[in-house]
């Protein structure tokens, strides 16, 4: 099982600042299938990006990822007061297609 | 319009069996490439990938639970039914189902979710 690492816990910034949230795995993901997912309180999960680096359906461009093999990272480039949430990433390139434990990003 | 909705109790009793179904629109089971998956998210933690059903009826399943999940489909009537044997108190949380294709290989879209309650 691949087991996701995200950095930070928690990131303390304000509205208009850039925000850049990483995720390591224990190993190799299998063509580069890393998904980020966006949660604010109360709803369910939003996809961001997928394949490392491809932008969701109506996602706006300030939202961005990167990465291969064991290091990615989202990286939003200016703070909406929208975007404080939490953003999970997640691994399906290999079976379990399991999760990481999250980034809070919240308001400085 | 792609739409998913979860349905279950929101109480069952530790040892019972839980069952939750997702009824879903906009999309069919028969189509190649689709899927629909389960994820739960005990309160105030992370998501957790559960199982996954696809068009061709191939499953997948964590390998955690893997002896208590049972997921099946039923394409006629668009729902995905999931099963969990013998639930624990710390199976207490929000289930989502979601859909996934081969236009992403994830979940794109998400139902609002289900928040079950594990409690003698």
């Known amino acids: 099982e691949i087991v996701l690492t995200q950095s930070p816990g928690i990131l303390s910034l304000s509205p208009g600042e850039r925000a850049t949230l990483s995720c390591r795995a224990s190993q190799s993901v299998r063509n580069s299938y890393v998904a980020w997912f966006q949660q604010r309180p109360g709803q369910a999960p939003r996809l961001l990006i997928f394949g490392a680096s491809r932008r969701a359906i109506g996602i706006p461009d300030r939202f961005s990822g990167s990465g291969s093999g064991t290091d990615f990272t989202l990286t939003i480039s200016r703070l909406e007061p929208e975007d404080f949430a939490v953003y999970f990433c997640?691994?399906?390139?290999?079976?379990?297609?399991?999760f990481g434990p999250g980034t809070k990003v919240d308001i400085k | 319009q792609i739409t998913l909705k979860e349905s279950g109790p929101t109480l069952v009793k530790p040892t019972q069996t839980l069952t939750l179904t997702c009824t879903f629109s906009g999309f069919s089971l028969r189509t190649s490439g689709v899927g629909v998956g389960w994820i739960r998210q005990p309160p105030g933690k992370a998501l957790e990938w559960l199982a996954l059903i696809y068009w061709n009826d191939d499953k997948r399943y964590s390998p955690s639970l893997k002896t208590s999940l049972t997921i099946t489909k039923d394409t006629s009537k668009n729902l995905v039914v999931l099963t969990m044997a013998s639930v624990d108190p710390v199976d207490t949380g929000t289930y989502y189902c979601a859909h996934m294709d081969y236009s992403s290989f994830t979940f794109d879209y998400w139902g609002q979710g289900t928040l079950v309650t594990v409690s003698s």
């Open positions: 997640q691994q399906y390139g290999t079976s379990p297609f399991t």
